[in-house]
């Protein structure tokens, strides 16, 4: 490494120092992993798909929830209607969602 010259500038130390270092070294790509499929054991037994999930039926909270939405589009368009029928409402769209009618 070359001697700094006193009274130099920040910039020629600086300079100085990166001229001085040696290159870094490339790096090697890393090595490929083995594929995750495996043939499968001709002793193992076959996997059973698993059983379709019976729809749930939606929650008193998820129908309460939709149904303050509901009222407060009611609301700011003018529409007429009640809480009830709000209610009424957000039962029926969660059902189609979940998948009863």
């Known amino acids: 490494m070359p001697a ?14 990166r001229s001085s ?3 870094a070294a490339k790096k090697r790509p890393a090595a490929r992993k083995a594929s995750a ?4 054991d001709p002793g193992s037994k076959p996997v059973k798909p698993a059983a379709p999930l019976k729809p749930q039926k939606p929650d008193e909270r998820e129908i309460a929830v939709r149904a303050y939405y509901i009222s ?6 003018e529409m007429p209607g009640d809480a ?5 409402e957000a039962e029926r769209q ?3 969602e979940y998948g009863f009618f």
């Open 21 to 23: 270092e040696k290159p």
């Open 37 to 40: 499929k495996k043939a499968a």
């Open 84 to 88: 009830l029928g709000d209610w009424v």
């Open 72 to 77: 407060e589009t009611r609301i700011r368009y």
């Open 94 to 96: 969660l059902h189609v």
């Open 4 to 17: 700094k010259k006193i009274g130099s500038s920040k910039a020629q130390s600086i300079a100085e120092i």
